[in-house]
């Protein structure tokens, strides 16, 4: 009974003494040795390592950190240090603390796997509906004139960005998404859901400040266009606040997409309409007016079509 109580204090004294797996200073190698456990440990690693690659095999490419406790049947601080190990060595990363994204060799140099690849488990992982939105779901619909800087995630609160080696993850928040209209499409590891070409159009221009301001708003449009259906426009619309859609009609026009424009004069016929400023940052004070779309034109817009 007491050489079993005494191995049990050894072994939890070595599990804080450890700093990090793999890396035991002199110290610690006496004390693993002592305690009889330095073998134990080193099988444990083997676990670790063992673990991720099972979890690749089996086509998937992110776990949690109580995933792997489970697993692996070890008490959560020594797990937590092989996974420490494992991040130092590359082989995963923590874009958010507790889920763990495995790193394989063709995107070491990277540091992660495209955002793509990992954010709609993370957004399961956090219980939190999401889809891509703005100037990401632009480029997925054809609009891809100019690459977006960081990969822009639709949620209903808002939510700090994160990065992932050398990418970046922006959440943009909007309280209705739920009832926005997405499209799924199959990546490496997944279903990814993206906001609908009618839907990013009407986003685009309700968040103009994270998608390179007006001339690039009204580039992406005229891109959309093609993968645009007037229906759907109407529907996205009829969701939107009202200044959203003047500022959109205005835009559609000044790209030549007279048609889809006309599909909202009907939208805004049933709201109150008052005058907006075209760029919101603006002043408007002594500009002219568009009197179809009830828009004060306070910034020349020159998209690069």
Known sequence: MGKSVLAESNEKRYIVHVRTLGQVGAPDRKCARSCGLLRSWTTTMDFAAEYIEDLQMNGRVVFSTDDAVQ???????????????????????????????????????LGCLPPDHFIPQLMEHLGEPYYVALLSAAAYHGAAHQAPMVF???????????????????????????STSVVERNTPTGILRIASP???????????????????????LAELAESMDGDALEVEARRAPVA?????????????????????????????????????????????????????????VEPDV
């Open 152 to 178: 822009q995630v639709m949620v209903p609160r808002s939510r700090r960005g994160l990065e992932c080696g050398a990418g970046r993850v922006d959440f943009v928040a909007r309280k209705d998404m739920g």
């Open 71 to 109: 697993v692996l049947g070890k008490p959560a601080l020594v797990v937590r240090a092989q996974l420490r190990r494992l991040k130092e060595r590359g082989r995963i990363v923590d874009p958010y603390r507790g889920f763990h994204v495995i790193v394989p060799p063709q995107y070491r140099r």
């Open 198 to 220: 009618a839907a990013t159009a009407v986003e685009v221009m309700g968040y103009p400040e994270r998608c390179g301001y007006l001339d690039n708003v009204a580039t992406v």
């Open 244 to 300: 959203w859609i003047q500022r959109l009609g205005y835009l559609l026009v000044s790209v030549g997409q007279d048609k889809l424009a006309a599909r909202l004069d009907g939208v805004l016929a049933e709201s109150k309409v008052f005058t907006v400023p075209l760029a919101p940052w603006e002043s408007m004070d002594g500009t002219a007016r568009d009197m179809r779309w009830r828009v004060a034109i306070n910034t020349k």
